[in-house]
């Protein structure tokens, strides 16, 4: 069969499972079986899939099916220009968190260190590291297997010698010394609300990186009443939020009386996504 017919193919089966990316998602998959990319759909129509390539196809259009992310069935993803790559044990890089990268980035100047906290996949310091000159990055998480992920991407993309991980329940210790910038993208989802995720999140997604309590606001309850142990003078908590926690965030903050220069960045679609603020 035809590249082109396998991925009409591809579209129609995920398009009867309910996939709302069908077209994207069966040219991404077909094009990792054939190793491919973009144009070969327009510029080779024709080209002939073999059977072993067929088969493999109809394995992973399979596991899609049943709402199995595509980043976890290619196992990497790309942020902010780069590849990552991703597994069951790390959550998804989504586009919104690039805003927490960019944020941060305004802040960073050559030769500062920075703490990421619940660093997941490692894709928020990694992408501040490659978009700064002479950075050091600590990056922290109570999951030993996401650490084997992030400690893989530092080592694909070149950083091995400029970032640091630790296992540990959010903060590492004291030791580790001060930094210039926190950065943060913790579990914020109310317990409650998890099972009325799309699939995808809810039975994919590692729930340690999802569930932020009943409020959902734990973590940020600990990370603003610790971070100033961490930062320097002057130096920057950046945080990624749900998008109705601004207030709730802001509130915490305020009422610990060592932020200033609070403020709420929106996403690409509008919604509050960031929570900036400056330690005295």
Known sequence: MRYKDFYEKGIMKLERAGI???KLDARLLLEYVCGTDHSTLYAHPDKEVSDEEASKYEELLSRREKREPVAYILGKWDFMGLSFNVSKDVLIPEQDTEVLVEEAL????????????????????????????????????????????????????GFTDRAEFIKTDLFPDEGTGKFDVIVSNPPYIETAVIDTLAPEVKDYEPMLALDGSSDGLAFYRRIVSKAGDYLFSSGYLIMEIGYDQAEAVKALLTENGKYHDIEVIKDYAGNDRVVRACYY
Do not use: F, H, P, Q
């Open 106 to 157: 305004r802040y960073c100047e050559d030769g500062m260190r920075v703490l990421d906290l619940c660093t997941g996949s490692g894709c928020i310091a990694l992408s501040i590291l490659n978009y700064t000159n002479d950075t050091n990055a600590v990056c922290t998480d109570i999951s030993e297997d996401a650490l084997v992920v992030a400690k893989n991407n530092a080592k694909a993309l």
């Open 20 to 22: 709302t990316e069908a």
